[in-house]
T-cell receptor, first 115, second 111 residues
Framework: DTGVSQDPRHKITKRGQNVTFRCDPISEHNRLYWYRQTLGQGPEFLTYFQNEAQLEKSRLLSDRFSAERPKGSFSTLEIQRTEQGDSAMYLC?????????????FGPGTRLTVT | DAKTTQPTSMDCAEGRAANLPCNHSTISGNEYVYWYRQIHSQGPQYIIHGLKNNETNEMASLIITEDRKSSTLILPHATLRDTAVYYCIVRGYSGNTPLVFGKGTRLSVIA
Protein backbone atom coordinates (compact mmCIF):
# COMPACT_ATOMS: atom_id res chain seq x y z
CA ASP A 1 0.00 0.00 0.00
CA THR A 2 1.59 3.28 -1.09
CA GLY A 3 -0.96 5.61 0.52
CA VAL A 4 -0.57 7.89 3.51
CA SER A 5 -0.05 5.97 6.73
CA GLN A 6 -0.44 7.10 10.31
CA ASP A 7 0.68 5.56 13.55
CA PRO A 8 -0.79 4.78 15.97
CA ARG A 9 -4.38 4.42 14.81
CA HIS A 10 -5.70 4.81 18.35
CA LYS A 11 -4.19 6.38 21.45
CA ILE A 12 -5.67 6.61 24.92
CA THR A 13 -3.80 8.79 27.35
CA LYS A 14 -4.34 10.42 30.69
CA ARG A 15 -4.68 14.16 31.01
CA GLY A 16 -1.32 15.81 31.40
CA GLN A 17 0.65 13.21 29.47
CA ASN A 18 2.52 13.90 26.24
CA VAL A 19 1.69 12.07 23.03
CA THR A 20 3.35 11.89 19.64
CA PHE A 21 1.83 10.83 16.35
CA ARG A 22 3.61 9.90 13.15
CA CYS A 23 2.59 10.40 9.54
CA ASP A 24 4.27 8.85 6.50
CA PRO A 25 3.15 10.64 3.33
CA ILE A 26 3.00 9.26 -0.17
CA SER A 27 6.52 8.96 -1.46
CA GLU A 28 7.78 12.11 -3.22
CA HIS A 29 4.87 14.26 -2.06
CA ASN A 30 6.36 17.57 -1.02
CA ARG A 31 3.38 18.93 0.90
CA LEU A 32 2.23 17.46 4.20
CA TYR A 33 -0.79 18.69 6.19
CA TRP A 34 -2.14 18.03 9.65
CA TYR A 35 -5.86 18.39 10.43
CA ARG A 36 -7.96 17.74 13.51
CA GLN A 37 -11.51 16.46 13.46
CA THR A 38 -13.95 16.36 16.34
CA LEU A 39 -17.19 14.41 16.36
CA GLY A 40 -19.78 15.73 13.92
CA GLN A 41 -17.47 18.35 12.44
CA GLY A 42 -15.39 18.52 9.31
CA PRO A 43 -11.60 18.39 9.58
CA GLU A 44 -9.90 21.61 10.72
CA PHE A 45 -6.48 22.65 9.46
CA LEU A 46 -3.62 22.70 11.97
CA THR A 47 -0.39 23.14 10.03
CA TYR A 48 1.42 22.23 6.84
CA PHE A 49 4.91 21.65 5.52
CA GLN A 50 6.53 22.03 2.17
CA ASN A 51 9.45 19.64 2.27
CA GLU A 52 10.96 20.24 5.72
CA ALA A 53 9.75 23.84 6.10
CA GLN A 54 6.68 24.52 8.20
CA LEU A 55 4.88 27.17 6.18
CA GLU A 56 1.68 27.86 8.07
CA LYS A 57 0.18 27.23 11.48
CA SER A 58 -3.46 27.62 12.41
CA ARG A 59 -4.51 29.55 15.50
CA LEU A 60 -5.82 26.16 16.67
CA LEU A 61 -2.21 25.03 17.10
CA SER A 62 -1.55 26.13 20.67
CA ASP A 63 1.89 26.25 22.27
CA ARG A 64 1.35 22.70 23.52
CA PHE A 65 1.37 21.43 19.94
CA SER A 66 4.50 21.03 17.85
CA ALA A 67 5.01 19.46 14.48
CA GLU A 68 8.16 18.52 12.65
CA ARG A 69 9.17 17.10 9.31
CA PRO A 70 12.92 16.79 9.77
CA LYS A 71 14.01 15.36 6.44
CA GLY A 72 11.07 16.31 4.33
CA SER A 73 9.65 12.83 4.50
CA PHE A 74 7.68 11.64 7.55
CA SER A 75 6.23 14.06 10.07
CA THR A 76 5.46 13.97 13.77
CA LEU A 77 2.84 15.85 15.75
CA GLU A 78 3.43 16.12 19.48
CA ILE A 79 0.92 17.30 22.05
CA GLN A 80 2.31 18.19 25.43
CA ARG A 81 0.30 18.21 28.67
CA THR A 82 -2.76 16.80 26.97
CA GLU A 83 -6.21 18.10 27.93
CA GLN A 84 -9.59 16.47 27.50
CA GLY A 85 -10.37 18.99 24.77
CA ASP A 86 -7.55 17.50 22.70
CA SER A 87 -9.61 14.35 22.19
CA ALA A 88 -10.16 14.15 18.44
CA MET A 89 -9.15 12.42 15.24
CA TYR A 90 -5.82 13.72 13.94
CA LEU A 91 -5.56 13.43 10.18
CA CYS A 92 -2.52 13.73 7.98
CA UNK A 93 -2.63 14.45 4.26
CA UNK A 94 -0.02 14.84 1.56
CA UNK A 95 0.04 16.34 -1.90
CA UNK A 96 2.41 16.99 -4.75
CA UNK A 97 2.69 20.65 -5.61
CA UNK A 98 3.51 20.19 -9.26
CA UNK A 99 1.91 19.51 -12.58
CA UNK A 100 -1.31 21.25 -11.65
CA UNK A 101 -2.41 18.48 -9.33
CA UNK A 102 -3.15 19.67 -5.83
CA UNK A 103 -5.38 16.94 -4.51
CA UNK A 104 -4.66 16.02 -0.94
CA UNK A 105 -4.51 12.35 -0.04
CA PHE A 106 -5.48 11.58 3.52
CA GLY A 107 -4.34 8.91 5.90
CA PRO A 108 -6.71 6.91 8.12
CA GLY A 109 -6.11 9.19 11.10
CA THR A 110 -5.06 8.74 14.72
CA ARG A 111 -7.91 8.80 17.20
CA LEU A 112 -6.82 10.37 20.48
CA THR A 113 -8.82 9.93 23.67
CA VAL A 114 -7.72 11.91 26.71
CA THR A 115 -9.17 10.60 29.97
CA ASP B 1 -15.13 29.68 7.93
CA ALA B 2 -16.29 27.48 5.09
CA LYS B 3 -17.44 29.38 2.02
CA THR B 4 -20.04 26.79 1.08
CA THR B 5 -23.52 25.75 2.17
CA GLN B 6 -24.73 22.17 1.91
CA PRO B 7 -27.79 20.30 3.17
CA THR B 8 -27.15 18.42 6.37
CA SER B 9 -28.32 15.07 5.09
CA MET B 10 -29.82 13.27 2.10
CA ASP B 11 -31.10 9.81 1.28
CA CYS B 12 -30.75 8.01 -2.04
CA ALA B 13 -32.02 4.63 -3.22
CA GLU B 14 -29.37 2.17 -4.27
CA GLY B 15 -28.84 2.21 -8.03
CA ARG B 16 -30.32 5.66 -8.47
CA ALA B 17 -28.40 8.85 -9.11
CA ALA B 18 -27.40 10.85 -6.06
CA ASN B 19 -27.41 14.62 -6.64
CA LEU B 20 -25.65 16.59 -3.93
CA PRO B 21 -26.06 20.38 -4.10
CA CYS B 22 -23.66 23.03 -2.87
CA ASN B 23 -24.02 26.81 -2.72
CA HIS B 24 -20.90 28.97 -2.99
CA SER B 25 -22.31 32.39 -3.79
CA THR B 26 -19.15 34.27 -2.76
CA ILE B 27 -16.77 32.27 -4.94
CA SER B 28 -14.18 34.41 -6.69
CA GLY B 29 -12.96 34.08 -10.25
CA ASN B 30 -9.81 32.11 -9.49
CA GLU B 31 -11.34 29.69 -7.03
CA TYR B 32 -12.15 26.08 -7.82
CA VAL B 33 -14.85 23.83 -6.41
CA TYR B 34 -13.49 20.64 -4.84
CA TRP B 35 -15.45 17.66 -3.57
CA TYR B 36 -14.20 15.19 -0.98
CA ARG B 37 -16.03 12.46 0.85
CA GLN B 38 -15.40 10.73 4.16
CA ILE B 39 -16.58 7.23 4.77
CA HIS B 40 -17.05 6.35 8.41
CA SER B 41 -13.77 5.95 10.33
CA GLN B 42 -11.65 6.80 7.29
CA GLY B 43 -9.80 9.89 6.14
CA PRO B 44 -11.40 12.13 3.50
CA GLN B 45 -11.08 11.00 -0.12
CA TYR B 46 -10.73 13.32 -3.11
CA ILE B 47 -13.56 12.97 -5.66
CA ILE B 48 -13.40 15.70 -8.26
CA HIS B 49 -12.81 19.41 -8.81
CA GLY B 50 -13.70 22.04 -11.41
CA LEU B 51 -13.56 25.73 -12.28
CA LYS B 52 -16.46 26.53 -14.57
CA ASN B 53 -16.88 23.67 -16.99
CA ASN B 54 -18.63 20.46 -16.08
CA GLU B 55 -16.25 17.69 -15.14
CA THR B 56 -16.55 13.92 -15.09
CA ASN B 57 -14.28 11.17 -13.86
CA GLU B 58 -14.66 7.54 -12.90
CA MET B 59 -16.24 8.44 -9.59
CA ALA B 60 -18.64 11.28 -10.29
CA SER B 61 -19.74 14.25 -12.36
CA LEU B 62 -19.57 17.87 -11.29
CA ILE B 63 -22.04 20.37 -12.69
CA ILE B 64 -21.26 24.05 -12.05
CA THR B 65 -23.84 26.72 -12.84
CA GLU B 66 -22.96 29.39 -15.34
CA ASP B 67 -22.73 32.07 -12.64
CA ARG B 68 -20.60 29.66 -10.58
CA LYS B 69 -22.62 30.35 -7.46
CA SER B 70 -23.66 26.75 -7.02
CA SER B 71 -22.75 23.25 -8.10
CA THR B 72 -24.03 19.69 -7.97
CA LEU B 73 -22.07 16.52 -7.46
CA ILE B 74 -23.66 13.57 -9.22
CA LEU B 75 -23.02 9.94 -8.34
CA PRO B 76 -24.70 8.27 -11.33
CA HIS B 77 -25.50 4.89 -9.78
CA ALA B 78 -25.20 5.09 -6.01
CA THR B 79 -24.20 1.97 -4.11
CA LEU B 80 -24.25 1.22 -0.39
CA ARG B 81 -20.50 1.92 -0.33
CA ASP B 82 -21.20 5.53 -1.33
CA THR B 83 -22.75 6.18 2.08
CA ALA B 84 -20.50 8.92 3.48
CA VAL B 85 -20.22 12.58 4.38
CA TYR B 86 -19.62 14.67 1.25
CA TYR B 87 -17.77 17.96 1.52
CA CYS B 88 -17.92 20.76 -1.02
CA ILE B 89 -14.89 23.07 -0.73
CA VAL B 90 -13.95 26.28 -2.51
CA ARG B 91 -10.23 26.72 -2.93
CA GLY B 92 -7.72 28.68 -4.95
CA TYR B 93 -5.98 26.59 -7.59
CA SER B 94 -2.51 27.56 -6.56
CA GLY B 95 -2.55 24.71 -4.08
CA ASN B 96 -1.04 26.94 -1.44
CA THR B 97 -4.09 26.94 0.77
CA PRO B 98 -5.24 24.20 3.12
CA LEU B 99 -8.69 22.72 2.68
CA VAL B 100 -11.45 24.42 4.65
CA PHE B 101 -14.12 21.86 5.45
CA GLY B 102 -17.69 22.65 6.49
CA LYS B 103 -19.98 20.07 8.01
CA GLY B 104 -20.79 18.49 4.66
CA THR B 105 -23.80 16.43 3.59
CA ARG B 106 -24.37 13.03 5.10
CA LEU B 107 -25.54 10.83 2.23
CA SER B 108 -27.28 7.60 3.13
CA VAL B 109 -27.72 5.11 0.31
CA ILE B 110 -30.63 2.82 1.08
CA ALA B 111 -31.10 -0.69 -0.28
Amino acid sequence: DTGVSQDPRHKITKRGQNVTFRCDPISEHNRLYWYRQTLGQGPEFLTYFQNEAQLEKSRLLSDRFSAERPKGSFSTLEIQRTEQGDSAMYLCASSLLAGGKHEQYFGPGTRLTVT
Amino acid sequence: DAKTTQPTSMDCAEGRAANLPCNHSTISGNEYVYWYRQIHSQGPQYIIHGLKNNETNEMASLIITEDRKSSTLILPHATLRDTAVYYCIVRGYSGNTPLVFGKGTRLSVIA
